[in-house]
């Protein structure tokens, strides 16, 4: 008969709670790195994902909640748009923090696009100026693809460029260049006037300055007969000997008789034909009436017209007229007579293709 004394015993039960203890603690940590796994995994597949939708902006106002937030997330990107949205907030996203405009592509991992928007890491919007007759037509060209207003574009002018040297709203235009541009959407509006006029300050280089001076006149007014130039021919090659034929006329003090200008003081520049009834109107745009240059530009003008007016070259003629092949380019004339004979046959092309106005 084998017996066991009471040592054997205690030790035999120690023995069997250790490794009861052991597999408890086995399982346990076998869990905890399932669970581990488990969630890493998760959390992978969860911040890896890509957004699949077309590529598009995703703008969020200055007055932006966090409903309208959401609202442009899940409307613009749909089910990536909840993704980010809620990695955003778990970033402790502020929505202030956030105004802004930023352009999402496809493929691009919603996890950037959530730190993007909570760093209010903007995407720059293109904005391009061009065939600008007025300030108006300008600021509304900068207003639809930006969050200011027209509105508070043209109060921005009025904020900087009287302490810029322009004199007159008048004068504005000369202000800017047709270009495409890059701006943060959410910009302040004196922000985008400023950079657009350093634009422009950057072409007005000393040596142009001192060219401009000696033709007796400012930049403004080189903007401003490059304006007239520009209106009266769409031929690059043209230019400078049109804008020498104007010069020729300031220097001789002649009426600059530009029908664009007139145009310009009507507001009706798909005016084709200009008759006496055009020429009575009273503006100070209106060059048949007053000599010199008008106030300010006809038009946002391009760099190469500017240039036209600065490296015009010497001719003595006083008078242009349209060609009558309607080409496009124009008929010079030294003495009257002969632009009357010009104007005569461009006339008659205008009755026989029945354009009276």
């Not at 399932?34 to 957004?51: A, P």
């Not at 809620?86 to 929505?95: H, Q």
């Not at 200011?148 to 000369?174: H, I, M, N, R, W």
């Not at 380019?329 to 046959?345: E, G, W």
């Amino acid at each position: 008969m084998v017996s066991y004394n009471e040592n054997d015993m205690k030790n035999t039960d120690s023995k069997k709670k250790k490794k009861s203890g052991k597999t408890r603690w086995s399982i346990i940590l076998l869990v905890l790195a399932g669970v581990i796994i488990s969630g890493g995994i998760l959390m992978y597949m969860y911040v890896s994902k890509t957004y699949q939708g077309d590529s598009r902006w995703v703008y969020i106002p200055k007055d932006a909640t966090i409903e309208s937030l959401s609202d442009s997330l899940l409307t613009n990107l749909g089910s990536s748009g909840d993704r980010v949205l809620n990695m955003w907030k778990a970033a402790d996203g502020i929505v202030s923090l956030s105004h802004g405009a930023y352009y999402i592509e496809k493929g691009e991992k919603e996890i950037d696009i959530a730190r993007r928007i909570k760093r209010g890491q903007q995407t720059p919007v293109k904005v391009t100026i061009n065939n600008c007759r007025t300030l108006e037509q300008l600021a509304e060209k900068v207003a639809e693809k930006m969050e200011l207003t027209s509105d508070e574009f043209l109060a921005g002018c009025e904020a900087v460029l009287p302490e810029a040297g322009f004199k007159s709203k008048e004068q504005y235009a000369a202000a800017f260049f047709p270009d495409t541009y890059e701006f943060y959407w959410s910009s302040e509006p004196s922000k985008v006037v400023k950079r657009l006029l350093e634009y422009r300050n950057n072409y007005w280089t000393d040596e142009r300055r001192e060219k401009a001076k000696s033709m007796g006149l400012t930049p403004v007014k080189v903007a401003t007969l490059a304006s007239i130039v520009e209106e009266e021919t769409n031929k690059s090659d043209e230019r400078p000997k049109v804008a020498r034929l104007y010069l020729n006329r300031l220097a001789k003090g002649m009426l600059l008789q530009a029908d664009p200008t007139v145009k310009f003081a009507l507001g009706d520049f798909g005016l084709r034909r200009i008759t006496s009834a055009h020429l009575d109107v009273e503006s100070p745009y209106n060059t048949y009436k007053h000599t010199g240059l008008p106030p300010g530009p006809i038009r946002v003008v391009n760099k190469s017209t500017l240039d036209a007016v600065l490296n015009a070259p010497d001719h003595k003629y006083l008078y242009m007229c349209a060609k009558e092949d309607f080409s496009g380019y124009h008929n010079f004339a030294v003495d009257y007579s002969t632009h009357l004979s010009n104007a005569r046959r461009y006339q008659a092309e205008l009755n026989r293709r029945k354009i009276y106005k």
